[in-house]
């Protein structure tokens, strides 16, 4: 009787067998290239081919430190990793933890070896690092005097603050004699007393910028007094010098950007400081002002002079009103007055010698009304309006008038 296995256990058993062989735990593949493609998880998918067959690859997110540069179809590397098998799919292929081009496989492994003992030495360690300060005068910079890194370095640098002192070292960068150039430039630029130093060159091949992965000038670095930004290549290479120094920018471009303020980005900033400082004084001001003049007039209504001044304008309204009265009441009486003088005038005997009348009296100077009073040889005073007529009776009569 014939034994029949699923799918499954076809592929469950030819997993085993792979996990189960020593060779393909660790193997290195050499061969092109082809399909390349980087998922946005951050998984690279590829293949490896030659002339006689294709290689399924796949380098997960968690190993993309093993690849120095960034992979394309067409290139010739070296992937080590472990051969297994996907046991849904029933096809193997190779996890790839390291890749390097072919021809760079020597220089690359120099350099995790030499990153690793300088890693262990501590020359990595944060606590080295020396902080870039904010505000620099002088800015040295050691890389080729020509080239488009030195052009961009400066454009951008002059450009952020025209008036910073640019100081280069025109070192060698690439070659041979390029990494004791380099050496050379930072230990001057160290003695001469710069702010920051910039040190680097544009992108290239590991060979290129293999004098920046010299320990001689990782150890320059180390030891170098002055805040030190790594510039070296494009965005994905990386180099010894960047594990050592103070900080590593991606491009010359971004160094002179981490290493020069923007002066008038600065000078705005100050500009508005000083304006919000000045309106905010000035509102205080303002205020205390406003306060003053409140206490002022505080102070001016609780004042005893300016009391004793309203109690002295009171006294004199109240003055004035009494002689007011007073004198109405005068005018309203010698008003009175007159009429009654005029009323009484015609009543007044002194009055009547002004008529034609006169007043007679006798000699006790009691006034004769009637005859009856005047006996015949009496003496009496007929008062007129310029004197008195002294008269003797002689006689006289009696007569009834009508009245």
Not at 100 to 114: C, D, I, K, N, P
Not at 314 to 337: F, S, T
Not at 343 to 365: H, I, M, T, W
């Amino acid at each position: 009787m014939k034994t029949v296995y699923s799918v499954g256990q076809v592929n469950r058993y030819v997993k085993n067998m792979f996990v189960q062989d020593f060779v393909l735990k660790k193997i290195y593949v050499k061969g092109e290239v082809s399909n390349c493609k980087y998922h946005p998880s951050g998984h690279i998918y590829f293949s490896l081919k030659d002339e006689t067959g294709v290689l399924s690859c796949v380098m997960f997110a968690g190993h993309r430190r093993g690849l120095a540069f960034r992979m394309k179809d067409g290139d010739q590397v070296v992937a080590g990793g472990a051969v297994d098998v996907y046991e849904r799919d029933g096809r193997y292929q190779l996890y790839a933890r390291e890749i390097t081009q072919e021809g760079s496989g020597v220089l690359y492994e120099r350099f995790l070896a030499l990153k690793s003992e300088l890693e262990e030495m501590g020359m990595f360690a944060q606590e080295y690092k020396q902080p870039i300060p904010r505000f620099i005068k002088k800015l040295g910079v050691v890389t080729a005097p020509t080239g488009a890194a030195v052009q961009d370095i400066r454009n951008i640098s002059l450009r952020r603050d025209p008036y910073l002192q640019i100081i280069l070292y025109p070192a060698l960068v690439q070659g041979e004699g390029a990494a004791d150039s380099i050496v050379k430039g930072i230990q001057m630029l160290d003695r001469y007393g710069v702010d920051v130093i910039i040190a680097g060159r544009g992108g290239g091949s590991m060979e290129d910028l293999w004098a920046f992965n010299e320990e001689k000038v990782a150890r320059a670095i180390f030891e170098c007094r002055t805040p030190l930004i790594s510039a070296v290549g494009h965005e994905t290479d990386f180099t010894i010098a960047d594990f050592v120094a103070d900080l590593r920018a991606p491009t010359p471009s971004a160094a002179a950007e981490l290493a020069v303020e923007n002066r008038r980005k600065i000078m705005e900033t100050a500009e508005g400081y000083r304006e919000r400082l000045r309106r905010g004084m000035q509102a205080r001001i303002d205020l205390y002002n406003l306060r003053l003049e409140q206490e002022k007039l505080r102070f001016q209504y609780l004042s005893p002079e300016s009391r004793l001044r309203e109690k002295r304008q009171m006294l004199l309204d109240y003055e004035n009103a009494v002689r007011g009265a007073m004198e109405w009441k005068i005018r309203e009486n010698r008003h009175r007055l007159g009429i009654f003088l005029e009323r009484y005038k015609g009543l007044s005997p002194l009055g009547k010698p002004n008529q034609g009348y006169a007043f007679v009296s006798d000699q006790k100077g009691c006034a004769v009304k009637s005859v009856s009073q005047a006996r015949p040889g009496e003496m009496l005073d007929i008062s007129v309006t310029d004197g008195v007529i002294e008269a003797r009776i002689t006689g006289s009569r009696k007569e009834k008038w009508n009245i």
